[in-house]
Nanobody, 109 residues
Framework: QVQLVESGGGLVQAGGSLRLSCAAS??????MGWYRQAPGKQRELVAS???????VYADSVKGRFTISRDNAKNTVYLQMNSLKPEDTAVYLC?????WGQGTQVTISS
């Protein structure tokens, strides 16, 4: 079983940046994804990255967010720039079978 721990969330003003990290307890060859869930909304995929580095992004974050992974460190990152109030949510990472506890991201206008 893999344990995933997210970190890096916080409160920033619109236009600011945050970098989220997701540390896995052991190496995984799975595609890793960052998801988010805002109050009253369904969980949505924000971005994913394969073991080889192929990425996919939700249309709402293209050009602003960058997902990456360091396989040697068992860590996946989400660099978030030009943040908007609508990006406010709990951000979670997953390998498709396991989920982290999430980290809160709040963007003030």
């Amino acid at each position: 079983q893999v344990q995933l721990v997210e970190s890096g969330g916080g409160l920033v003003q619109a236009g600011g940046s945050l970098r989220l990290s997701c540390a896995a307890s052991r190496s995984t060859f799975s595609t890793m994804g960052w998801y988010r869930q805002a109050p009253g909304k369904q969980r949505e995929l924000v971005a994913s990255v394969t073991y080889g580095g192929t990425t996919v992004y939700a249309d709402s974050v293209k050009g602003r967010f960058t997902i990456s992974r360091d396989n040697a460190k068992n860590t996946v990152y989400l660099q978030m720039n030009s943040l908007k109030p609508e990006d406010t949510a709990v951000y979670l990472c997953s390998n498709g079978n396991h989920w982290g506890q999430g980290t809160q991201v709040t963007i003030s206008s």
